[in-house]
């Protein structure tokens, strides 16, 4: 019985950390993936293919694309760990929607990042054509930019909401959190058209919200340590 108990407190006490980390390692590699997007792609869809031929360029948006599997699956990793510690006092509804729009999220994140790397793809076939045809690239632009800013960023906002919602029930985050985390869903539901570098708001307050588990985690492991060893 007691190392049963012991088994279940080390399970309670590695969860923060196991959310806290995944959350950091998907806010690290989508803030990277968006800063090397939005630096080395031109921001106007309209605007010519000829960025495809530098090689400096297509080399960033590589990269970026490749990080967005490994972001994808760290998000989907933090979900799950935060429901466990949740646990018993998830809120049906709302715990159906923080799911849902996380799933979502990730959804349109790599359909996004497909449509990308197939104009990059198209383009490295043709190159000995400079770029794929203008309305094409216009297209896979359009439908890219739609997926990453209309969709995915409202679902986003739709994660953000529900996550404060359940945070502010059970407690399990700081409060500035809570308030950043509204804010973080107004700017994202009627601000992404205003300018691109607002989608780094998401992955910034998970990494906030991320930090705030992994610094209230350490500090719980204090007092079980003291009671197994008066």
């Not at 995944?22 to 106007?44: K, T, Y």
């Not at 449509?115 to 890219?144: D, E, F």
């Not at 995915?152 to 407690?171: D, E, G, N, Q």
């Not at 705030?212 to 003291?226: E, F, K, S």
Request: glycine share 12%; aromatic share 8%; net charge positive.
């Amino acid at each position: 019985m007691r190392s049963a108990g012991l088994g279940a407190e080390r399970t309670a006490l590695r969860t923060p950390r196991a959310a806290a980390v995944a959350g950091i390692v998907f806010s690290v590699l989508l803030i990277i993936a968006m800063v090397l997007l939005r630096i080395s792609v031109p921001g106007n869809p309209a605007v010519p293919g000829a960025w495809l031929s530098d090689s400096a360029r297509r080399t960033s948006v590589t990269v970026a694309l490749n990080l967005v599997p490994f972001a994808g699956i760290a998000f989907l990793w933090f979900i799950g760990v935060i429901r466990d510690r949740i646990g018993d006092r998830e809120d049906k509804f709302f715990g159906t929607v923080f799911l849902g729009s996380g799933l979502l999220f990730v959804a349109m994140l790599f359909v996004a990042a497909a449509v990308a790397g197939g104009i990059l793809a198209g383009a490295s076939a043709a190159r000995a054509s400079g770029h794929p045809g203008a309305g094409t690239l216009a297209l896979g632009r359009n439908v890219t930019g739609l997926l990453l800013n209309v969709y995915a960023m409202r679902m986003a906002a739709v994660f953000c909401l529900s996550t404060v919602t359940i945070a502010r029930k059970t407690r399990i985050v700081s409060r500035w959190l809570v308030v950043a985390g509204l804010v973080t869903a107004l700017v994202l539901l009627i601000g992404t058209g205003i300018s691109g570098w607002v989608e780094l708001l998401f992955p910034a307050w998970i990494l906030g919200l991320s930090v705030d588990i992994l610094v209230a985690g350490q500090g719980a492991l204090g007092p079980p340590a003291a009671a197994a060893h008066p």
